[in-house]
């Protein structure tokens, strides 16, 4: 039972842009606390692909974009390609919990 | 080259216990804290315990408090996790990973498979 909502799944087909949310609340998200993004690809270890709220590690392309509003963040996926197919998380700071929490992760489908 | 290897994995009976380590290579691993973080099969992921460079802190899962205990020993660049009265539903693949101060891993293992089954 996470404190970040995300949807299960999103899909698109290649080239198209696709965004996935990460609803949370005013301790987290809406507190202030930075949103970061991870990739998980099949049977690997979670890949940082954004933190602080929008920003990449050098190497990630910048068709990840990560943005933040109110109590929830996205990340957008443009130019969709067949390795971007995933699952992603977000991850933020919960000051109820006092601890970093991840978000229930979405998979990414491309058509 | 940044390297992160877990290891220690492996089966336990419930009430068992089992240490994992993870050995750390290509950056100064003496100035960074670290996290353990938890994948159970088919589910997200769960931040387990976190050190802090020098061990002054050390923080926990509320589910894994009082069971885990999370250490360092710089000098060997490595990281572990004793981990007793296992449960089931403490069967999962462990990760280590780097903590940035502000708050993300930017740098993870490729994890060891912990299973608690009788």
């Known amino acids: 039972q996470s404190v970040l909502t995300q949807p299960p799944s999103v899909s698109g087909a290649p080239g198209q842009r696709v965004t996935i949310s990460c609803a949370g609340s005013?301790?987290?998200?809406?507190?202030?606390?930075?949103v970061h993004w991870y990739q998980q690809l099949v049977g690997t270890a979670p890949k940082l692909l954004v933190y602080?709220?929008?920003n990449r590690p050098s190497g990630v392309p910048d068709r990840f974009f990560g943005s933040k509003s109110g109590t929830s963040a996205s990340l957008a996926i443009s130019g969709l390609q067949a390795e971007d197919e995933a699952d992603y998380y977000c991850?933020?700071?919960?000051?109820?919990?006092?601890?970093?929490?991840f978000g229930t992760g979405t998979k990414v489908t491309v058509l | 080259e940044v390297q992160m290897v877990e290891s220690g994995g492996g089966l336990a009976k419930p009430g068992g216990s089992l240490r994992l380590s993870c050995t750390v290579s290509?950056?100064?691993?003496?100035?960074?804290?670290m996290n353990w973080v938890r994948q159970a099969p088919g589910k997200g992921l769960e931040w387990v315990s976190s050190?802090?460079?020098?061990?002054?802190?050390?923080f926990y899962a509320d589910s894994v408090k009082g069971r885990f205990t999370i250490s360092r020993d710089n000098f060997k660049s490595s990281l572990s996790l004793q981990m007793n009265s296992l449960r089931v539903e403490d069967t999962a693949v462990y990760y280590c990973?780097?903590?940035?101060?502000?708050?993300?891993?930017?740098?993870w293992g490729h994890g060891t498979l912990v299973t608690v089954s009788s």
């Open positions: 990973a780097r903590a940035h101060r502000d708050g993300y891993s930017d740098y």
């Open positions: 290509g950056l100064t691993f003496s100035t960074y804290s």
């Open positions: 050190i802090s460079s020098k061990s002054s802190y050390r």
């Open positions: 005013r301790s987290n998200i809406g507190a202030g606390y930075d």
């Open positions: 602080g709220d929008t």
């Open positions: 991850q933020s700071y919960d000051s109820s919990l006092s601890v970093y929490v």
